[in-house]
C-alpha cells in the first residue's frame, strides 16, 4: 500500500506468522481501529473530507494599446505612469508594462467574393496585402484566409511570407460573400498560433449575404478569444449602393467595438495600401500592460477602458472586456 505524507511515498506491509504481507486498505483501516478501541475505548474515527468550491482564479489581464494624438498620428515613448486602466469602471493598479516590441501573429482575413472582382478591388486589395507583408518583423507570422459562400485557409501560419504573397497571386473572385462564417473560422485558426499577440486583419467590400452565422454570435465569440480586429471596408459612391454603405460602417464598428482594434472605411480601392500601412504601423507600435483584477465570484463579462493621463490623446486597446477564468481554488467553505 502506498502512503502520501510530506512529500514522502512509502509501502508499508503486515507480518503475519507466515511472513509479512502486504497491506491492503481494509487491513490498515482494521489495525488503525483496534488500536483506538484499545488505547482511547473508542470507536474509529475517521477525518471528514472538507468541501471546496469553485471560484474565480484571479489571473493577469494582458493587453496591447496603441496611442494616438488628436491628429491620429501614433505616440510612442510614454511611461506606465501616463496611463490608468479601469475594470468595471474601477481604476486598477498596473502590474507589468513595456514598450518593447512582442511578436505577432496575423491571421489575413480576404472577401474574395465576386463584388471585389469590380473596379480592381481584388487586385488592389492583394497589392496592399503584399505590402502589408513586407512590414512584418522577425519572429511575426501570418495566415491567409479568404472567404465566399465559405471560408478557406489558403495558406496556415508561416513566417515564409513569400508563400502568403504567391498564393494572392492565384486568388479570383466569385460567389457570395460569408463574412460571420469567416470571421469565426479565423478565430478558431488564430489558436494555433505560436505568438500569444494576435490580432485579424480583414478586407471586405459589402456586408453579410451567406452563411449561418449571425452578428450577435460574432460579436460574442470576438468577445469571448479577445482577439485584436482590424477591419477595412470598402464603399461604393453608387446611390442604390447607400444602404449597403451605411450597413457597412456600422457593422465594422460594432465588430470592432467588441474585439478591440479598428475600423477603417474607404471608398477607392486605391486607398488600401495606405490603410495597410497605417493598421501596420498601429500593430508594431504598441504597449503592453497587465493588471491582477479585483477578485469576482462571477462569470460575468468585464470591461476594460484604458486612458492616457495627457490630455488630447486617444488610447485604442487591444481587447474592450474579457470574462473571468473560474475553476476549482482549493479553498475550503
Request: glycine share 8%; net charge positive; with cysteine.
Amino acid at each position: 500500500m502506498a502512503v502520501r505524507g510530506t512529500g514522502v511515498r512509502r509501502r508499508i506491509s503486515v507480518s503475519t506468522a507466515h511472513g509479512p504481507v502486504p497491506a491492503t486498505p481494509g487491513i490498515v483501516r482494521l489495525l488503525f481501529c483496534a488500536a483506538s478501541l484499545a488505547v482511547a475505548g473508542l470507536g474509529c474515527a475517521w477525518p471528514q473530507i472538507r468541501d471546496y468550491r469553485v471560484g474565480v482564479k484571479v489571473e493577469l489581464v494582458s493587453l496591447f494599446a496603441t496611442v494616438q494624438d488628436r491628429s491620429g498620428r501614433l505616440v510612442t515613448g510614454l511611461n506606465q505612469d501616463d496611463f490608468v486602466i479601469y475594470d468595471n469602471g474601477v481604476p486598477q493598479q498596473i502590474s507589468q508594462f513595456s514598450r518593447e516590441y512582442i511578436p505577432l501573429s496575423v491571421i489575413i482575413l480576404l472577401d474574395a467574393s465576386s463584388s471585389m472582382d469590380s473596379g480592381k478591388k481584388l487586385d488592389n486589395a492583394k497589392k496592399a496585402l503584399v505590402h502589408f507583408l513586407r512590414r512584418l518583423r522577425s519572429g511575426d507570422e501570418a495566415m491567409l484566409m479568404t472567404f465566399r459562400t465559405r471560408p478557406r485557409v489558403v495558406q496556415r501560419f508561416t513566417q515564409d511570407f513569400g508563400q502568403i504573397t504567391r498564393q494572392l497571386k492565384r486568388l479570383d473572385a466569385n460567389e457570395s460573400t460569408a463574412l460571420y462564417d469567416a470571421i469565426l473560422a479565423a478565430l478558431r485558426e488564430v489558436q494555433g498560433a505560436r505568438n500569444r499577440r494576435r490580432a485579424l486583419l480583414l478586407i471586405s467590400d459589402g456586408v453579410n449575404t451567406h452563411g449561418r452565422t449571425q452578428l450577435r454570435e460574432t460579436i460574442s465569440e470576438l468577445r469571448r478569444r479577445g482577439v485584436e480586429l482590424f477591419a477595412i471596408g470598402l464603399e461604393s459612391n453608387l446611390p442604390e449602393d447607400m444602404k449597403e454603405k451605411v450597413i457597412t460602417r456600422e457593422v465594422l464598428v460594432q465588430l470592432t467595438q467588441s474585439a478591440g482594434g479598428e475600423a477603417f472605411v474607404v471608398a477607392e480601392s486605391k486607398d488600401l495600401a495606405r490603410i495597410c500601412s497605417t493598421i501596420s504601423d498601429r500593430m508594431h507600435n504598441q504597449y503592453t500592460f497587465g493588471y491582477y483584477p479585483s477578485r469576482r465570484q462571477t462569470q460575468e463579462w468585464r470591461t476594460i477602458r484604458v486612458e492616457a493621463k495627457i490630455p488630447g490623446l486617444r488610447v485604442v486597446a487591444s481587447k474592450a472586456g474579457y470574462f473571468p477564468a473560474v475553476e476549482a481554488d482549493g479553498r475550503p467553505q
